[in-house]
């Protein structure tokens, strides 16, 4: 999202619009998509927040949860995006700088709707993260390695994590498996694969070596590459324990 | 058909999610903490998200707690709002209503079972209610939950984490689901529908 639009960019960069945001959830909705995840690029780098005046809208429309990321960085702003709807949210830059957010957030409003973005890559032999990922001139590695950081994370009470293999992001290449393992053998807590998505077989790569929870992808839904109900058939196919593609035919507000 | 339906305030964050689901289905709701609006609505909804004693406090500072215990008309507790119906919660190890027999408990995780358990499970088992009325066996809904109630006598649908626990259950008037049926895609609307529009 950027400036109320559906942008998407490669590696980070080179951002274009795709639609608009009703009309694209209501579609992913409507085709069988298990969950949306609304990521404001343009919020963390600026130190702004996010405007949330969109967040109602995708609300009254969805009936699938949905996550809202960008910018949140108080309890105030959490509560906000919450109390319009949203089921989660995910804090990512700001995390990194203040850490006791994720416990402040989990305790307020309770783990299983503090999600951790986490924007990591190998760099010689380790995982790193980096932060202010939404804004290639500001995007800078922190200060921790991506294992420590997410045990960190969990143990101050994130209830999901978004793994982001930036070096994947956009290039259709298959998710990196062999760090979403590393992160798998290090948590308890649900992970969300993300970052390289651009076949179905790599979605079903990752449910089968990493044993992730939820596979995330964006440019293969947005350029139509791959359909949602075609994917999960194929995934229903290769053993993957997920809900069926259904025939939307009520309740979707359009 | 105007039911008057109740969403009691429980200060949870699913609240506009749950009006919202409503409205999709054409009923309005009030959301509300007067006792006299929940006593004469004919369908009520105590929601629910977050942690049980502190949702236990804001009813009792609210002067809900035997306003719920002795309504008549049908009532669905929701998520959080299904663990306060039962007699307690291991969560804090706190007292609950007392109106749904059983003790709420930790889901234990291990490798294949995250806690919290987020996501998308097909619920099975299911026993003749009309809340599930065009609601097939293996039907899938969302849940976001740390803990559960077990299997009972009042079990009216199960699901799987690392053991079965309670999906749907029933005692009464009192009707309640652990999952988000505002986030449940259609099945869930079906539940909202059947629960809002039967007579029963």
């Not at chain 1, 690029?41 to 996550?67: K, N, Q």
């Not at chain 2, 039911?3 to 009006?19: E, Q, R, Y």
């Not at chain 2, 299911?126 to 609601?135: V, Y």
């Not at chain 2, 109630?149 to 799987?160: G, K, N, Q, R, W």
Request: charged share 20%; proline share 4%.
């Amino acid at each position: 999202m950027r400036e109320g639009r559906v942008v998407k960019g490669v590696q980070f960069r080179n951002h274009r619009d795709v639609g608009d945001i009703v009309e694209l959830a209501t579609r992913y909705c409507a085709e069988g998509a298990d969950e949306l995840v609304f990521y404001d690029i343009t919020a963390s780098p600026d130190g702004r927040s996010v405007d949330r005046s969109w967040v109602s809208r995708v609300a009254a429309v969805l009936d699938i949860p949905f996550c809202v990321a960008g910018g949140i960085r108080s309890i105030d702003s959490a509560e906000e995006v919450l109390n319009k709807g949203a089921d989660k949210i995910s804090i990512n830059t700001p995390a990194l700088q203040n850490p006791g957010l994720i416990t402040d957030l989990a305790r307020r409003f309770g783990s299983q709707c503090v999600v951790v973005g986490v924007d990591s890559q190998q760099i010689n032999d380790q995982y790193v993260v980096f932060q202010n990922t939404g804004d290639p001139n500001k995007t800078s590695a922190a200060s921790y390695q991506t294992l420590d950081w997410v045990r960190e994370a969990v143990d101050r009470g994130a209830g999901e994590l978004v793994i982001n293999c930036m070096n994947r992001d956009g290039v259709r290449s298959g998710y990196d498996c062999a760090q979403l393992q590393a992160v798998r053998a290090v948590c308890t807590v649900p992970i969300i694969a993300s970052g390289g998505a651009g076949s179905m077989q790599h979605f079903a790569e990752v449910f089968a070596t990493a044993n992730v929870d939820g596979a995330l992808a964006a440019s293969v839904f947005h350029s139509a590459a791959i359909s949602i109900p075609e994917l999960k058939n194929f995934l229903l196919q290769a053993g993957v324990d997920i809900r069926p593609a259904e025939s939307r035919t009520e309740n979707l507000g359009v | 058909m105007s039911t008057k339906v109740a969403i009691i305030d429980s200060g949870g964050a699913n609240i506009a999610s749950l009006v919202y689901a409503l409205e999709r289905i054409g009923k309005t709701a009030e959301l509300t903490r007067d006792a006299a609006v929940i006593r004469a609505a004919e369908k009520v909804i105590l929601p629910g998200v977050g942690a049980a004693r502190d949702a236990m406090q804001r009813l009792r500072d609210a002067q809900l707690i035997d306003v719920i215990r002795s309504l008549k008309q049908p009532v669905l507790g929701v998520c959080l709002g299904m663990q306060l119906l039962a007699d307690a919660s291991e969560e804090e190890d706190v007292d609950c209503l007392g109106i749904i027999p059983g003790t709420v408990g930790k889901l234990s995780a291990d490798a294949e079972h995250p806690v919290p358990n987020m996501g998308w499970c097909e619920v099975t088992g299911l026993r003749e209610t009309h809340l599930l009325d065009d609601i097939g066996e293996q039907s899938y809904f969302y849940f976001v939950h740390s803990y559960a109630l077990p299997v009972s006598e009042h079990t009216l649908a199960t699901a799987m984490h690392s053991e079965p626990f309670t999906a749907i259950t029933g005692h009464g008037n009192f009707l309640a689901a652990q999952f988000h049926p505002e986030r449940s895609a259609d099945a869930g609307s079906r539940l909202l529908r059947n629960f809002l529009y039967n007579r029963r």
